[in-house]
């Protein structure tokens, strides 16, 4: 194999993937913000709810729902649990992103401006799992089901592991690579900040850590960390 021409085609990928991950994270946070500035915004129970959709049909191809959900119920800023990605292996239809923000009222609209950091980086995580199986699927990405390891670990509770399997690897390295991106900082700090939030233990963000950097040097173009 040519290690060059094969860089270069991995290289090539990731800026597609980037790019669309731009476009949309762009979108996203426009639809949102005009829906709250002009009031525009549906009710869903005790929520105020902005929603952008979206098919892609660039590089990649999947259906996106991404929706902001405006309310009292949550303390500051969240990434609901809702939010994920399907393959068309798995959901037997279209490939799909749905992107579920909460907010408070209050925290608007002092937050717009970390709030597309985050959107940055779930976008650009959940396109890399588009493209680990399905029609989008590239050669080389992880593609094996880990449902029972998945089980396995909420089970245990041994959350810090969730991020130790291998589909979970190339998604956080590719969305923080592409928030540190955007924010112009050192994927260094992003990586630490986003690992401080879920307030790992020492040993366990050591284990994140290097399970993360292990695999950063197959897949190539991850700055290190």
Known sequence: ????RFNNFINEGRSKYDSSASYITKSIIDKWTKDWKSNNLEKLDAYDVSSYTKRIRKNTSFDIDARLFITNA???FEVLQSTGANTEELHGDNSFIIIDFGINPEWLPEY??????????VVRHEIEHITQGGSNYK????????NKQRKKINKNK????YFLLPLEIDANLQGLR???KKRKESIKVTINRFLDIHMFTTDEKD???TGWRERAKKIGGIPEF
Do not use: R
Not at 1 to 4: G, R
Not at 112 to 121: G, I, K, P, R, V
Not at 139 to 144: D, F, I, L, N, V
């Open 158 to 161: 041994e959350y810090y592991k």
């Open 178 to 180: 592409f928030e540190a």
């Open 207 to 209: 284990k994140i850590l």
């Open 74 to 76: 949550i303390e500051g």
């Open 1 to 4: 194999m040519n290690l060059s």
């Open 112 to 121: 717009w401006s970390e709030m597309y950091m985050t959107l940055a980086d």
């Open 139 to 146: 050669e080389g990405k992880p593609s094996q089901n880990d």
